[in-house]
């Protein structure tokens, strides 16, 4: 006989129930009640670093193995909703374990990505404004200066998009390792202490290392997107140069 999803619980069997799965609950169970609305479970937090929760077998307690329920209906029902109750802690002690791993692991590979994500965006305003003065007049008496000043730009700017990623790829690892926990990206991150990693470009960890993209992907890793910008860039300077009759091209 299968009590399926919904029962119901008297306190009294809820105090027998808990009292016979004693030996068998998590460690870090802390509080373990019944409410209107079902079964409510705490735990001590969780690390991420222990084992896996592992639901132990009770088919050899005397007070919680099989009885039919021919044999004893009464007993039958008790132990039938003391194993769904012990499902049900370790399923919620699982689901508390996987976020505390995700949360572990990003916080292991994180390291110095704000810091890296502020040269960038520095970076990225400093090559914005040497692009941006090209179409200035006051460029044009010093044109060949200004392109080595945004080719210098350019360069910085890829290095720190390339320096990004390399962290940006270990996050992406992280989400993948963890896609079955219930926090998301950014609640995951904002909970390993980086709520600002919500504006970080984190790309497919598929993209990662490749040597070349298709026009539709997305998710991109930074330094594809910052080479792309660059070719925009070479593109438009370069025709400046040719219809201008300019000799600085880039």
């Given at each position: 006989?299968s009590?399926?999803?919904?029962f119901?619980?008297t306190?009294e069997?809820?105090?027998?129930?808990?009292a016979r799965?004693?030996p068998?609950?998590?460690?870090?169970l802390?509080r373990?009640?019944?409410?209107?609305?079902?079964?409510?479970?705490?735990?001590?937090?969780?690390?991420?670093r222990e084992?896996?929760?592992?639901?132990?077998?009770?088919?050899?307690?005397?007070?919680?193995?099989?009885?039919?329920?021919?044999?004893?209906e009464?007993?039958?029902?008790?132990?039938e909703?003391a194993?769904v109750v012990l499902?049900?802690?370790?399923?919620?002690?699982?689901?508390?374990?996987?976020?505390?791993?995700?949360?572990a692991?990003?916080?292991?590979v994180?390291?110095?990505a704000?810091?890296r994500?502020?040269?960038?965006q520095?970076?990225?305003?400093a090559l914005e404004s040497a692009?941006a003065y090209?179409?200035m007049?006051e460029a044009?008496?010093e044109?060949p200066?200004?392109v080595?000043?945004?080719?210098?730009a350019?360069?910085?700017?890829?290095?720190?998009?390339?320096a990004?990623d390399?962290?940006?790829?270990?996050?992406?690892?992280?989400?993948?390792?963890?896609?079955?926990?219930?926090?998301g990206h950014?609640?995951?991150l904002a909970?390993?202490?980086?709520?600002a990693?919500r504006?970080?470009p984190?790309?497919?960890t598929?993209?990662?290392?490749?040597?070349?993209?298709?026009?539709?992907?997305?998710?991109?890793?930074?330094?594809?997107?910052t080479r792309?910008?660059?070719?925009?860039?070479?593109?438009h300077?370069?025709k400046?140069?040719?219809?201008?009759?300019?000799?600085?091209?880039?």
């Amino acid at each position: 006989m299968s009590l399926g999803h919904s029962f119901k619980i008297t306190p009294e069997e809820l105090k027998e129930i808990f009292a016979r799965l004693q030996p068998y609950l998590p460690k870090n169970l802390t509080r373990f009640e019944g409410q209107s609305y079902g079964l409510h479970f705490e735990f001590a937090p969780f690390t991420g670093r222990e084992e896996e929760p592992s639901q132990p077998s009770t088919y050899e307690d005397q007070k919680l193995n099989y009885v039919s329920l021919s044999e004893n209906e009464a007993e039958h029902l008790l132990r039938e909703k003391a194993g769904v109750v012990l499902d049900k802690v370790y399923e919620k002690a699982r689901e508390q374990w996987r976020d505390a791993a995700y949360v572990a692991d990003l916080k292991d590979v994180v390291g110095d990505a704000p810091a890296r994500w502020k040269t960038y965006q520095q970076e990225l305003k400093a090559l914005e404004s040497a692009y941006a003065y090209l179409r200035m007049s006051e460029a044009a008496q010093e044109w060949p200066s200004a392109v080595s000043r945004l080719i210098d730009a350019q360069e910085r700017t890829k290095s720190a998009g390339i320096a990004f990623d390399e962290i940006a790829r270990e996050i992406s690892r992280a989400h993948d390792k963890h896609l079955y926990a219930d926090l998301g990206h950014d609640a995951a991150l904002a909970a390993a202490g980086y709520p600002a990693a919500r504006e970080w470009p984190i790309a497919d960890t598929r993209h990662y290392g490749k040597n070349s993209y298709g026009t539709y992907d997305t998710h991109l890793p930074l330094a594809e997107r910052t080479r792309r910008v660059i070719e925009e860039q070479d593109a438009h300077v370069g025709k400046v140069g040719r219809l201008s009759g300019a000799h600085a091209g880039i």
